[in-house]
């Protein structure tokens, strides 16, 4: 009975919000300036007002699905941090007149692609019950060797400039992946903790990131390779997706169907689950602790390049606080320090959770200084409403 | 009217799912040795966390020396008189011995500086109520588990409680240590001291307890004399039905010799040669310390052999992890399931395949879900394993349920050789037998059993022939109609 009721006001739910989502789109409902109301077109003179109808619509679909499916949400973490995320967008759908526009969402998910491709990496590492603070720094390292080989080597190579930017790309994807490999081989040969070998990783890089470029900014990159960053697939209604967009929900939809589904990655769940009867379990524990070092260094690497070539300049400072970031966005998704739980998909909801709150504050005028205090205070209460939840079903 | 010094009356406590104590009454003398038993899941555990104030109850009364009394706290309840020592041991183990035995309560000189000269004094005066003869200032790190066992009721002791808990107590014992400490609890009991004492091992009870309460799905079931108790009558009362002969008998015969290890040496093992057969389950006695556990690990590869041989089928294995070990069908089950054997935190189902997910990959290497489901669902009706579903965290499971997890997870392998090493740790009579039989039934299909055991009926009752190891070499063999309490313990001991 509470099912069945349930599955009804999800339904409704979901089928108004989408139904709102393809009239806005069309123009049939358009938002009233000065807040919380739209109103459907009726004639050039007359509008009918609803007031709040997408944060409403979500609330009755989210309701629908507590009441019909209570169980799978203690065991699908993403399905909560999804509602959250739904209930958030819808608010500002209604909130801002905006918010919906092409160019606000696509400046979303502009902001997230970066963190999300690291966020795959660290979710990895994460599940495994390990750790990198050096995702920053790597990403700045990367993408100014990237800038280097085209700015120095390339001028004076023979051949097209494809090659010199094939050639940038893969020595900066390069220098990630040897960044990384070097964290997996202290922790999983030499047995340093994580934390310490990631935090003097992430000196060491910064440090290597102000020697090789002298403390100076490497600018002036040619378009063949800015075109990695600020070029973009242009879609038949005249909207734009730019390729870090693309690039990062290829990676993420890979990275998630691949640790959920393939035999290599479920074995993190393993291993950070219990390492000693991974151990015993016959799993090559040492191997998949480099390996995950490594593809997180790779990806760091990635987002470097793309970076700097968005940026067209590989600054010195790039990637500063990103790894920070980037853990906050897989926790809030449903990893845990612990190790053993969390997954792709709810970390890249996670990473789209704080890119909204981050543009509300801006589109309704917020003081913005206010960022990382909203920031933190949602990973506490993530983590909090997660152990609470835990305790209260006795998995604590 | 005998002096009681503790009465609980109608104790009612329910968690989410289950009514763990369901009226439970229980009366405890002055001077007395209370035995508490039952099968796991009988609600032991809840009335000690309970009676130590670590859990509330949900209706009932505690009565200590006449007064109600209610605990909102471990130290509450160790103030009013009630200490518990738990099986999960709560230690520190980079502080020394004295300073874990007085923790919180170290004499303090001037400044309120610790006074070190008092405090190693005050250990001293506790150790040597166990004959131990152990520097204070030792750090617990250093010390063996059944050391660290005796530090940690010492440390309840020294609290001078009216009642003192005790939570299978022995679990990681030698048999002198056991005797130490039931000497302790004879001369505490004379100066008045009460204790309530969990164990699944029958014949301690019958060592030393004055009477017994039994348990059996949160209801009481009877109290009696111990002395008017024989180790039938409980285990009917536990179990409510009869269990016959737990240990089965052989119905099948063994095979030739297939597994040879040759000279084997490692850490704390020298020397070590012999041969198991086809469908031979083959146990290994011994004190705990006697390198028997070293064995088992180095013959899986988790630890290194440095040197000896090991052959299977007349071929050398070479197994430098235990990777190469599942490989070649040789399964290690841990004497200690939750730190190195299961997967605490993860779904039944998850915990069933952890050493044969290849078996469940497609070639591409992609998981095969349904499976996985099929196998886990095959594994809980063969293995009898009882749980509301098999997304359940294994850590949800009783002791015996998550033995059967584990033994699923390497019967799994399809193995050729199982060690299992402490198969029936904190494990309850019923799941006891149970897996008795599945050992049983897996030997019968020629597969060769190491059984690592420090419970010696359990070898005597299940091995077709004892082998006996003492500080780290082989010191005896027994065949099965040969082998006695008497001279296996004898030369466990080196005792001729």
């Known amino acids: 009975m509470r099912k069945k009721l349930g599955i009804v006001m999800t339904a409704a739910g979901a089928g108004v919000f989408v139904a709102l989502l393809v009239l806005r789109a069309l123009g049939v409902v358009r938002p009233v300036s000065g807040g919380f109301l739209q109103e459907i077109v009726l004639s050039e003179a007359l509008g009918l007002p609803l007031a709040m109808p997408f944060t409403l619509s979500a609330l009755l679909a989210g309701a629908g699905v507590f009441l019909a499916a209570r169980r799978a949400m203690a065991r699908v973490r993403e399905l909560m941090i999804f509602l959250i995320v739904l209930a958030a967008f819808a608010f500002m759908a209604d909130a801002s007149e905006v918010f919906l526009g092409w160019t606000n969402l696509s400046a979303i998910l502009l902001a997230v692609s970066l963190q999300a491709i690291i966020a795959i990496g660290m979710t990895v590492l994460l599940v495994s019950g390990g750790f990198d603070l050096s995702v920053g720094a790597t990403a700045g390292l990367a993408g100014a060797a990237a800038a280097l080989v085209l700015t120095r080597l390339c001028p004076a190579l023979p051949g097209p400039a494809v090659l010199g930017v094939v050639l940038a790309l893969l020595v900066g994807l390069a220098t990630g992946a040897s960044v990384g490999a070097a964290n997996g081989l202290i922790v999983a040969r030499v047995g340093i903790n994580p934390f310490i070998t990631t935090l003097g990783m992430m000196q060491i890089v910064r440090g290597l990131l102000l020697l090789v470029t002298n403390g100076k900014n490497v600018s002036d990159l040619p378009t063949a390779f800015t075109v990695i960053g600020q070029g973009g697939l242009v879609l038949p209604g005249g909207a734009r997706i730019q390729f870090p967009i693309l690039i990062s929900l290829v990676l993420v939809a890979a990275g998630d169907v691949l640790l959920r589904r393939s035999r290599f990655f479920r074995q993190n769940y393993y291993l950070g689950g219990n390492e000693k009867a991974a151990i015993l379990s016959g799993i090559r524990v040492d191997r998949i602790k480099i390996f995950n070092y490594t593809l997180t260094g790779l990806l760091a690497a990635a987002a470097g390049v793309i970076m700097t070539a968005r940026l067209g300049s590989a600054s010195v400072t790039a990637g500063v606080g990103l790894e920070l970031q980037v853990i906050t966005a897989v926790i809030i998704g449903g990893a845990s320090l612990q190790g053993g739980e969390g997954t792709v998909l709810g970390a890249f909801l996670g990473s789209i959770l704080m890119a909204i709150i981050l543009s509300a504050l801006t589109l309704l005028g917020i003081n913005t200084n206010a960022q990382e205090l909203i920031i933190g205070a949602t990973l506490l209460l993530a983590v909090l409403a997660d152990t609470l939840g835990k305790k209260r079903r006795g998995a604590l | ?496």
């Open chain 2, 1 to 496: 009217m005998p002096d009681l010094v503790l009465q609980v009356r109608d104790i009612v406590k329910t968690f989410p799912g289950v009514r763990a104590l369901d009226g439970v009454h229980l009366d405890v003398r002055r001077g007395e040795v209370h035995a508490l038993v039952g099968e796991n899941g009988a609600g032991k555990s809840t009335l000690m966390h309970i009676l130590g104030g670590i859990q509330k109850p949900d209706s009932g009364t505690i009565e200590l020396e006449g007064r109600l009394v209610s605990f909102t706290d471990a130290h509450q309840a160790a103030l009013a008189g009630i200490s518990v020592v738990f099986q999960e041991l709560s230690l520190a183990p980079n502080l020394s011995v004295a300073e874990n035995l007085l923790a919180n309560r170290q004499p303090v000189g001037r400044w309120n500086l610790i006074d070190r000269r008092r405090l190693h004094q005050q250990a001293r005066d506790l150790l040597a109520m166990f004959d131990l003869d152990l520097d204070p200032d030792t750090p617990v790190a250093a010390l063996s588990m059944a050391r660290r066992q005796v530090i940690e009721i010492l440390k309840a002791i020294s609290h001078n409680p009216k009642v003192l808990i005790l939570d299978e107590p022995t679990s990681s014992l030698t048999g002198p240590d056991t005797g130490r400490l039931f000497a302790v609890i004879e001369g505490l009991k004379a100066r008045g001291a009460s204790f309530i004492y969990i164990s699944h091992h029958l014949s301690e009870i019958f060592r030393v307890a004055d009477r017994v309460t039994v348990l059996r799905d949160g209801r009481h079931v009877g109290t009696c004399p111990a002395a008017g108790a024989t180790e039938e009558s409980l285990v009917r009362m536990m179990v409510g039905r009869e269990i016959s002969n737990m240990y089965g008998r052989r119905s099948h015969e063994v095979g030739p010799e297939y597994f040879c290890v040759r000279g084997a040496s490692g850490g704390r093992f020298q020397d070590v040669s012999f041969g198991l057969r086809r469908g031979e389950i083959l146990g290994l006695a011994g004190l705990v310390g006697a390198g028997r556990t070293e064995l088992g690990r180095a013959l899986v590869g988790a630890d290194s052999l440095v040197a000896g041989e090991i052959a299977l089928d007349g071929r050398p294995l070479h197994l430098g992890s235990p990777r190469e070990a599942v490989r070649a069908g040789v399964g290690y089950l841990t004497e200690d399931r939750k730190e190195q054997g299961l997967f605490l935190q993860m779904a039944i189902r998850d915990n069933c395949v952890a050493p044969s997910l290849g078996r469940f990959a497609s070639r591409a290497g992609w998981m095969n879900e349904r499976a996985i489901d099929a196998f886990a669902d095959a594994a809980r009706t063969k293995f009898h394993i009882v749980c509301p579903g098999l997304d359940q965290q294994v850590r949800n499971l009783s002791g015996g349920n998550q033995q059967k997890v584990l033994l699923s997870m390497w019967m799994g392998i399809g193995p050729k050789v199982l060690i299992v090493d402490e198969p029936t740790r904190g494990v309850d009579v019923g799941a006891r037998s149970e897996i008795y039989t599945l050992l049983r039934d897996l030997a019968a299909t020629g597969v060769g059993v190491v059984l690592i055991s420090s419970d010696l009926l359990e070898v005597l009752g299940l091995s077709d022939r004892v082998l006996v190891m003492r500080q780290g070499r082989l010191a005896g063999e027994f065949a099965a109609d040969q082998a006695t309490e008497e001279n296996v313990i004898a030369c466990a001991a080196g005792v001729t």
